[in-house]
């Protein structure tokens, strides 16, 4: 039996469709906090359980007879630590003999902010006892989206990461890892990242081909972003985290070309531009 937390989430979603082409729906259990979230798989012959991070005594009875389990990382930053680990415990009693978790590249060594938290998930894994598979998750093409949108009602594409090259792929690259690594069980630590980076620079000019206008590059000091970002709405503590993101692409952190990812779902990643195209023309 195969679990996916986060199961209604973008990236929950993506795997158990990725599932369904893989093994039998009776086979997999779709983990949410709102069964209605997800009506559409139960339909199709998944099962669904209740299952909430912040509920710990629930979690362990939603795990019954479940053997691999991918824990998506939870988007509460800050967080995320004791929910992981309330997920972890509950796996190691409910006897899961494989739980995949969906980490950050290079999380151990990366100089980013949002590694931390990954970094404390990972050894809390080890420590665990349990079989684990590490997914360490470069860049989504699909993050630039939202800027990318911001950029051409602007007339500027603004960021910190210089010349620095992003090796993203799609979310359903991803997505169909996660799906391969937990069909075939096989623990160990995978750095997945898409086949060809860009720069900040080769996304604004697609982006300015997709606008029909100039829509060029601006870089700017990692301070300086991240005000640009609280100044578009986001709370501070988040801008702050994006900007460092940003700041640490141009240091190389999330550059890999190991292409492990397409090794994995046995096809070249989505190239990255066609990601971007499909959400700005979509």
């Known amino acids: 039996m195969y679990a996916v937390t986060g199961a209604s989430g973008q990236l929950g979603r ?3 469709e990725s599932l369904l082409g893989k093994v039998a729906p009776g086979e997999i259990v779709a983990l949410v906090r709102n069964p209605d979230s997800v009506a559409d798989f139960a339909a199709k012959g998944v099962a669904v359980r209740v299952f909430d991070y912040d509920a710990p005594e629930s979690l362990a009875p939603a ?9 998506i990382s939870g988007n509460a930053v800050g967080s995320r630590v004791p929910q992981h680990q ?11 003999q ?27 894994l080890a420590a665990s006892g349990v079989p684990h598979a590490l997914l360490r998750n470069g860049w ?39 799906a391969v690594v937990l069909t075939r069980g096989e623990a160990g630590t995978y750095e997945l990242a898409g086949d060809i980076g860009f720069t900040l620079a080769e996304l604004a000019a697609v982006v300015s081909g997709i606008a029909g206008k100039p829509v060029p590059f601006q870089n700017l000091p990692q301070a300086d972003y991240a005000k640009a970002l609280e100044g578009a709405g986001l ?22 070309d190991s292409k492990t990812l397409s090794g994995l779902i046995g096809r070249p990643t989505t190239p990255w531009r066609e990601t971007i195209a499909a959400g700005l023309k979509g």
């Open 86 to 96: 309330a997920v972890i415990d509950a796996a190691k009693a409910a006897g899961v």
């Open 140 to 178: 989504y093409a699909e993050n630039y989206l939202m800027g990318a949108g911001a950029a051409i009602a602007h007339g500027v594409l603004i960021g910190s990461a210089g010349d620095g090259v992003v090796s993203a792929a799609s979310r359903a690259d991803y997505a169909e890892a996660a």
């Open 235 to 256: 709370p501070a503590p988040f801008a702050a985290v994006l900007a460092d993101s940003d700041a640490r692409v141009a240091e190389g952190a999330l550059f890999d």
């Open 98 to 124: 494989l739980i995949a978790y969906t980490s950050i590249l290079r999380a151990q060594t990366s100089p980013l902010l949002l590694a931390a938290e990954h970094k404390a998930t990972e050894d809390l």
């Open 14 to 16: 993506l795997v158990v």
């Open 63 to 71: 795990l019954a007879g479940i053997t691999r389990l991918l824990l």
